[in-house]
């Protein structure tokens, strides 16, 4: 086993000191940053045209999806704008928004799964909660995240309040075709952290036939700017994953693309306006089926 250098224990000893100070989490880099304000794909520039042309290929899968929340646009709308009642879902909050939860919404009422399994809670909870009793299906919840930003538990069939990292990575794959999962973790692929649990122990040992969602995938462009703070790094990952199985992906929706993508826009735009829907943003959920 290696041993530090004298230099990399100084430079664990000034983390430890600066984070003490700070509060906060600082990280110490061997080199400059990068310009976390000059996208590379997109915002501007063209996106990464080896995964457009992949999103792009998907096209009628998308559509599909938009389909479905035109066909269950009468439930979505008597879901309302402003929250009341905190075991209800509502549009009008800023984490899970938009075409992310109508998606959500739609697309566990048409699989009718047994099981749905999340990695991050909240308002996506209190969405898929809401699709199951609206459909009356026997779909059973398990939550993972130790600090839900909603009061999820209520909703809940089975919570594991750790990180996933923390977790029984074979319990949260415990699902079969037909079942979903959706993950909106951390965002950050670091030694040890839920996105590189999820990626390299759990997406593997999925079955195939289950509907993964990934939330804050921005692809085929970078991370927004404002969001370059917070060194998000997930959906690289999730890009090298897509680039490496080409055509044997089978994409179901893209919130981001859908939302830039002209000819989709027009579609989807059309189908939120039948619904009645509020208009709010869009979202950032791309899902995929193992």
């Known amino acids: 086993m290696s041993r530090p250098t004298r230099r990399e224990r100084l430079g664990a000893l000034a983390l430890r000191a600066a984070q003490r ?22 915002w501007g520039s063209p996106p990464n045209l080896a995964l457009h042309d992949l999103l ?4 009628d899968r998308y559509r599909a999806t938009i389909e479905l929340i035109e066909r269950y646009g009468s439930d979505l709308a008597r879901i309302p704008l402003l929250g009341t009642d905190p075991g209800e879902p509502y549009w009008g909050q800023d984490y899970f928004t938009g075409v992310d939860a109508a998606a959500l919404y739609s697309l566990i009422r048409v699989r009718r799964p047994s ?15 809401r699709a199951i009793r609206d459909g009356g299906l026997p779909t059973r919840i398990l939550s993972v995240d130790p600090a839900p930003r909603a ?3 209520l909703v809940c069939d089975e919570v594991i309040r750790v990180p996933l990292e923390q ?68 959906q690289y990952l999730l890009a090298a994953w897509l680039l490496g199985a080409g055509d044997r992906v089978r994409l179901a929706f893209a919130s981001h693309f859908c939302a830039t993508e002209p000819t989709i826009r027009v579609r989807l735009d059309a189908a939120w306006d039948r619904a009645s829907l509020p208009r709010i943003a869009y979202g950032s959920s791309l899902w995929l089926e193992t």
């Open 167 to 234: 977790a029984d990575p074979s319990r949260v794959a415990a699902l079969e075709a037909g079942d979903v999962l959706l993950v909106d973790s951390s965002h950050c692929a670091l030694t040890n952290s839920d996105v590189v649990t999820f990626f390299l122990d759990v997406l593997p040992a999925l079955p195939g036939g289950v509907l993964v969602g990934i939330h804050d995938v921005f692809l085929p462009d970078d991370y927004p700017w404002w969001l370059g703070g917070r060194w998000y790094s997930e």
């Open 115 to 129: 099981r749905y399994h999340e990695v991050g809670s909240g308002n996506s909870t209190l969405f898929a909660a």
């Open 21 to 42: 100070l700070s509060g906060g989490h600082p990280i110490l880099l061997e080199y400059p940053p990068p310009d976390q304000t000059r996208m590379r794909w997109g």
């Open 56 to 59: 792009v290929r998907n096209a």
């Open 151 to 153: 009061d999820v538990d």
